[in-house]
């Protein structure tokens, strides 16, 4: 397979009203002929902004969003159709699907939420994380391959195994020449969590996430995606990446992430 050329300055290149093309820095960690999901999450809501923005305006927040990975996310282009499953005025239910060559290999549903003022009562108890000149950067890529962890910054702080904290940013655009919303950009870099909190070293263990799913108390601001991240294993092949999310004001939601844990063969 021939990758595609690398974009200066994008994860993806449109190529038709609902269709992307991954350029290098899309590259996967597990795979570098597949695409990382972290960029492809953003893209969605990407999509689903433009969605929203094609009708007339609502009132209405993403509040949560949840993703489930159907299969290989090959490096090639893909497709994302966005439909209203569960109209409404104060909640609706969006369903957005990700195809690659004819075959669905994401499917997400993100939850609306009216917008209102609860200025007077919000509250968001737990610690912040220090802003990121605090942290230490971090070479991932010195750990992990593809495209996508050598597009980033990042800078961590490590507790111990299976326990991070890190901001992540990254200078690319979303899809070259369309400027993407504050959420699309902070969701683009979420699911790096599973990468920066390692129970075990990639070149033993795998551990790639099947879904991500995210809930958000407000809607976060860039550049900078905060992660403070717990990684557990259990025994019988199963493990979860927990994160506390935060932007540079303090946290601003949570997400999660089922792992598939399985010991790479020995050569």
């Not at 949560?64 to 290989?72: A, N, T, V």
């Not at 129970?199 to 879904?211: G, S």
């Not at 900078?224 to 506390?244: A, E, I, K, M």
């Amino acid at each position: 397979m021939t990758a595609p050329a690398v974009s200066p300055d994008s994860y993806y290149q449109r190529t038709g009203e609902h269709r992307y093309k991954p350029t290098a820095h899309a590259g996967g960690a597990w795979n570098t002929e597949e695409q990382h999901f972290s960029p492809l999450a953003g893209l969605v809501v990407h999509a689903i902004d433009r969605y929203l923005d094609g009708r007339p305006a609502t009132g209405l927040a993403l509040a949560r969003i949840s993703y489930d990975i159907l299969g290989r996310l090959a490096l090639d282009e893909c497709e994302i159709t966005v439909e209203s499953i569960r109209p409404g005025r104060t909640v609706e239910l969006l369903e957005a699907v990700v195809t690659i060559g004819d075959r669905p290999v994401v499917r997400a549903r993100a939850w609306l939420l009216a917008v209102l003022d609860t200025a007077a009562v919000a509250d968001a108890p737990g610690d912040r994380l220090a802003p990121p000149e605090e942290f230490g950067p971090w070479a991932m890529d010195g750990l992990w391959d593809g495209g996508y962890i050598a597009s980033i910054e990042v800078r961590r702080r490590e507790a111990a195994a299976g326990r991070a904290a890190a901001w992540i940013s990254t200078r690319h655009e979303l899809v070259a020449g369309e400027p993407s919303s504050p959420l699309a950009s902070f969701v683009a870099l979420v699911d790096t969590a599973n990468g920066i909190a390692v129970q075990q070293p990639p070149t033993a263990w795998m551990y790639p996430n099947t879904d991500l799913t995210v809930h958000l108390h407000r809607t976060p601001e860039g550049p900078w995606t905060g992660l403070d991240t717990t990684v557990s294993f259990g025994p019988t092949g199963h493990g979860l990446t927990s994160t506390v999310l935060h932007d540079t004001a303090g946290p601003v939601g949570h997400a999660q992430q089922i792992l598939t844990v399985r010991p790479l063969a020995k050569d």
